[in-house]
């Protein structure tokens, strides 16, 4: 049975292995032994913003997926908060076994636990099973998303 809970710095190469775990992934992900410092330090940074959760989904002690759930409050909207998923990953060994929505589907649930009027998120154009995957829980291309690499 999947569980979720708050990420500890124990989880932190368990994570990096799943983010890494694909061919985007290898391209902009450090997976090695040790972890470069910069996982550590965004791991802290996390773990002490109050607007910001990072989850795992586990299968006993195994982790098994990932999340980052962001919340920002928002002039738009009349106000409002917003939750922002980012970095979903699962396992390669459990794709397509049902954790990944159960996990996307928990996210929601905190969201609206957390008074979010929205939930957004945002997948890479070369990731076409993850946008076929959001669209079947709900989520809409609503908005054309722009980046800029610093």
Request: proline share 3%; glycine share 8%; net charge neutral.
């Amino acid at each position: 049975m999947v569980h979720f809970r708050i990420a500890t710095i124990n989880d932190l190469n368990a994570i990096v292995q799943m983010l890494a775990d694909d061919e985007l992934g290898r391209q902009r992900e450090r997976y090695e032994t040790p972890l470069p410092q910069s996982y550590f330090t965004a791991f802290e940074k996390i773990d002490s913003d109050p607007n910001n959760e990072l989850i795992v989904a586990c299968l006993g002690e195994e982790i098994v997926g990932v999340l980052q759930l962001t919340f920002t409050p928002y002039l738009t909207h009349q106000g409002s908060w917003r939750a922002t998923i980012e970095g979903v990953r699962t396992a390669s060994r459990i794709r397509g076994k049902g954790v990944g929505s159960k996990l996307m589907l928990w996210a929601i649930e905190r969201a609206k636990a957390k008074g979010c009027y929205m939930i957004q998120l945002t997948t890479d154009k070369q990731r076409e099973d993850a946008l076929r995957f959001y669209e079947r829980l709900g989520f809409e291309a609503t908005h054309t998303g722009l980046k800029m690499k610093l």
